[in-house]
């Protein structure tokens, strides 16, 4: 077959494997690589240093496969309408909100087996080529080679959108080391004067069109972080407690986008809890019912000690006074991971009450010094705000 023969028909085969959206990049440096540059240069990407490491990798596709000629860019719909964030809310301020894209199975394990799969074909069409697949593990900037591929634009909100399917989307690629014809770019973005992802953003964490910086998103803070959430962030979260879709729940271009078409992405199995999770119950659920709740879902990457300090900061924001035992016992915990175990000192101190400073008192000589530090921290912001009610000085701590 001729370049553009093969070309058809391996993007006939990624559709009927379950893919959206298929196109052709040729193998060159991506056109965004200097904009990534600038990001890094800005200390946008907040504790993310393994980008860092990885900048010189990005600059080619060579880096992720010796010999490559052809990017092959695939996008695949996730989730339906109405099974994230922009969910009916929930009455309940003890639930909190996970981010659409893990609702359903780990994307990355169903995404490289259709790849694996599409290569599998293509060896078999065309003897001798050598491939790789990959889902946003490999040093490449999946974003810049999809609008290269002519697969949508990078939005205001940095995601890449689809005219006709939106930016719920996963991105995979598969390199291969065959010439195939590649696609027109994707000239043109479709955003106008609309700012309505940067306006909605709870956190404002867009410096600037096309700008976000990490340090200020929340899903970095509720997925990538692995310490304690500084209060300011923690008072922000707006519910979320993995991920956070805002900035795509409020994008026109998402309006009439439609479901998955992959059942293994479709959220509806409440492979994670729901949209909706049961915040009381994450703090008390123990080591076994967790690695049996995070088994093939995407969450496993926050870790149960992540996920435990989002829902203690979630519940500290919104005052929930019923789980000041959970957090007491999670913070009395020496067995706990210190950010979790700070996690429920601040929501204890945002809560405060009688039962709140109980607990707060019991682990004053916690350690290590993270931990303790928040108690103090915790006890103090109780006296500041009970001393403003009854107009009197507060205590010095």
């Known amino acids: 077959m001729t370049p553009s023969e093969l070309s058809q028909a391996l993007k006939a085969e990624a559709l009927r494997l379950g893919f959206d959206g298929v196109g052709i990049a040729p193998a060159v440096s991506p056109p965004g690589y200097e ?217 026109p271009w998402n309006r009439k986008a439609p479901g998955t078409r992959m059942p293994e992405l479709d959220g509806t199995a409440e492979v994670a809890d729901g949209p909706r999770p049961d915040l009381l119950a994450w703090l008390d659920r123990d080591e076994d019912a967790w690695s049996e709740a995070l088994r093939g879902t995407a969450l496993k990457r926050a870790k149960r000690a992540g996920l435990v300090r989002n829902a203690a900061l979630v519940l500290g924001t919104r005052r929930v006074a019923e789980a000041v035992p959970s957090l007491g016992r999670r913070l009395a915990d020496e067995a706990e991971e210190p950010a979790a175990r700070a996690a429920a000192a601040w929501a204890l101190g945002s809560i405060g009450g009688d039962r709140a400073r109980d607990a707060l008192m019991r682990g004053r000589h916690a350690s290590p010094d993270s931990v303790r530090e928040a108690v103090v921290a915790a006890e103090a912001a109780i006296d500041l705000r009970d001393a403003a009610t009854e107009g009197r000085p507060a205590r010095p701590a």
Request: proline content about 6%; charged content about 25%; aromatic content about 8%.
């Open 35 to 251: 904009h990534y540059l600038d990001w890094l240069r800005a200390e946008r990407h907040a504790g993310m240093r393994y980008m860092e490491r990885q900048a010189e990798a990005r600059r080619h596709p060579g880096s992720v496969l010796d010999g490559v000629r052809s990017v092959v860019m695939l996008s695949a719909v996730y989730g339906r309408p109405g099974r994230g964030g922009e969910a009916a809310p929930s009455d309940d301020p003890a639930r909190g909100k996970i981010a659409r894209y893990a609702l359903g199975e780990d994307y990355h394990r169903v995404l490289w087996i259709k790849l694996d799969a599409l290569l599998g074909w293509l060896e078999g069409v065309h003897p001798g080529v050598r491939g790789r697949g990959v889902v946003d593990t490999a040093p490449l900037l999946e974003r810049d080679y999809a609008r290269l591929a002519g697969l949508g634009w990078v939005g205001k909100n940095t995601m890449l959108i689809d005219r006709r399917l939106g930016s719920f989307t996963f991105l995979g690629a598969l390199l291969v080391d065959v010439e195939l014809a590649p696609d027109e770019p994707h000239a043109r973005g479709h955003c106008g004067t609309c700012t309505r992802c940067l306006d909605a953003c709870p956190t404002d964490a867009f410096a600037g069109p096309y700008q976000l910086d990490a340090s200020r998103c929340i899903s970095y803070w509720t997925i990538e972080h692995r310490g304690p959430v500084p209060g300011p962030i923690a008072e922000r979260l707006d519910g979320w407690v993995f991920g956070c879709d805002v900035c795509q729940d409020v994008c």
